[in-house]
DNA sequence: GGCAGACTGGATTACGCGTTCCAGTCTGCA
DNA sequence: TGCAGACTGGAACGCGTAATCCAGTCTGCC
């Protein structure tokens, strides 16, 4: 269940959704590559080809379109990571394939589409804090449920506790791309999603 | 081995370095609690008592106050964990509580004062980014000691690799503080942190 | 087919903020 | 005790950028 209906077409033409829709995909670009205060509205502008009038038309201000870009950024990246099934470890290791070949694919540049924007927001838009939290609540809630009916299946213990490996395992993601963003080598993330993946199977019930 | 003798002391008086000192350490401060772009340099101006012209006296401009604040920050980061004896599990859980207390403390306000700078720095400070991946590497290093000797004193199998294990906890910590940060709450901090000790608990030589 | 309101364009404004300038005072050293 | 250069103060400049305004054109609906 996402935050509002997605994005309330409160009046808004077929055409006028489409124009919002692009800004908004645009905007998401320039943010990604070149952050939230080094991306002008003017640069937004430019590339989406359209006037500061349009803009201002369905955004009230940046601080909102800012906030569109994050519901957008959350949709798509908890949307994709919806494809993976993490029920078997099999899944878990196909989805970190995915993950570090993406990174690479990347050059290790701009981090994570959702993270990234998490520690530029965080102290200065409470608002778009908010909508990141339910954006990783969500994206947490997928991990989760894959190693819930791992447990169902009886792949892992039941001692195990499939909602803190869950947190744990975002947490891991998260903070292997910061390093490799930083450090520009995927290195750190494959260690961070190898070392989660050797827990997971630390505690599968295989030898029980 | 810091980038530079501990910011170059070319000709500087007494007086001279402490006042720059003091510019450095205000500035990192404000930098932590509201982010790179939104401190201005009027701020750190008045919060440090000089005027703007004694700014440009000891930095050439903004970005080269903000990286002589990456340094700062990672010294001290570093330092602070230089305290800790990570050669045993015990030591791992000491420093686990130390940590989510500390963010606790600060109601899981700034996030990591290194690794926030890294999401706000790498795509358009080079120079920044460079610094901070150092910085990151000698925190790993000590890390890295830690396990290291905890596998010479027999304590971790043979077969268990203490440097990747080491930049994957570093990875957890900064994923776990990213997340606590966004959620102003302590949870996915102690998740990420407790997954990493429970996997090299597993890797324990005690049971072999 | 006409009109209300969605939609578009581009010029203009207002101002925050980094940076510079000049005119000084203090301080270590010969 | 003088003087070079480290150090300080505050006013002023100029640019980048968010935001506004007005003057339009298009479009669905009665």
């Not at 970190?96 to 981090?111: D, P, T």
């Not at 939290?133 to 169902?152: C, H, N, Y």
Request: proline share 4%.
């Amino acid at each position: 269940m996402p935050t509002q209906p997605p994005a309330a077409p409160r009046g808004l033409t077929r055409k006028g959704q489409a124009t919002r829709e692009r800004i908004v995909a645009t905007a998401a670009d320039l943010i990604f590559e070149k952050g939230v205060d080094h991306t002008t509205i003017d640069d937004v502008r430019t590339a989406a080809n359209v006037s500061s009038s349009q803009l201002y038309h369905y955004f009230d201000d940046k601080p909102a379109l800012v906030r569109a870009v994050v519901e957008h950024q959350a949709d798509t990246i908890v949307g994709g990571q919806e494809q993976f099934d993490l029920s078997s470890l099999r899944g878990f290791r196909k989805w970190r394939e995915f993950v570090v070949s993406y990174e690479r694919s990347l050059n290790c540049r701009g981090g994570c589409p959702i993270g990234s924007l998490g520690g530029q927001l965080s102290e200065t838009d409470q608002d778009a804090r908010e909508t990141l939290a339910v954006g990783f609540k969500r994206w947490e809630q997928t991990i989760r449920t894959g190693l819930r009916s791992m447990q169902e299946l009886g792949r892992l213990r039941r001692q195990a506790d499939p909602d803190k490996l869950a947190l744990a395992t975002l947490a891991a993601l998260q903070g292997g791309l910061l390093l490799s963003q930083i450090e520009r080598n995927t290195r750190p993330l494959e260690a961070a999603l190898d070392a989660m993946i050797d827990l997971i199977e630390s505690q599968s019930a295989k030898r029980a």
